[in-house]
């Protein structure tokens, strides 16, 4: 069964209401929760791309990556982890795990499945919830990873 049903959520992936990059966040993760997820990666053989200042590297450990940030410019990892759906990770802070998604490539319940199926790896892996809020930072989630029920919900008032 679905995590959720596009019907319900259709709304949330308007580039033009909603913004195009929702910001997506891992919160309370630290350097363990980032190492996790760089294993997650590999372990799920999901087609990646490291970039430090914008050349691609060698994918290093979490806390490596986290001791590369300078003021300009945060180390970047590329994740596809289905066809047509790109996770881009900046390793900002080593509290949260940050990283953004182009609404404009969910469209219809094949790619919302596969949404929620990223979404719900690393929720598990990190055993933390997973959230997703409108762009630009200060709103509340409309999406979560919940770990206590095990899958992905709107958390905006709308079942």
């Known amino acids: ?90 390793f900002e802070s080593e509290e949260d795990v940050d990283f953004d998604i182009d609404v404009r490539e969910i469209r219809g319940q094949e790619s919302l499945d596969a949404l929620c199926g990223f979404l719900g790896a690393i929720g598990r892996r990190l055993r933390r919830p997973v959230l997703m809020a409108p762009e630009g930072g200060g709103a509340a989630p409309v999406l979560r990873f919940d770990p206590a029920a095990d899958r992905v919900v709107r958390t905006d008032g709308r079942s």
């Open 1 to 90: 069964m679905a995590d959720l049903l596009w019907e319900g959520v259709e709304d949330l992936f308007d580039g033009e209401t909603a913004g195009p990059l929702p910001d997506l966040r891992v919160p309370g993760a630290t350097a363990d929760g980032w190492q996790a997820l760089l294993e997650l990666v590999v372990e799920r053989g999901w087609r990646h791309r490291y970039a430090e200042d914008g050349s691609a590297a060698p994918l290093p450990s979490a806390r490596t990556a986290l001791a590369r940030r300078t003021a300009a410019r945060w180390p970047e990892l590329r994740v596809w982890p289905a066809e047509g759906l790109l996770a881009v990770f900046r």
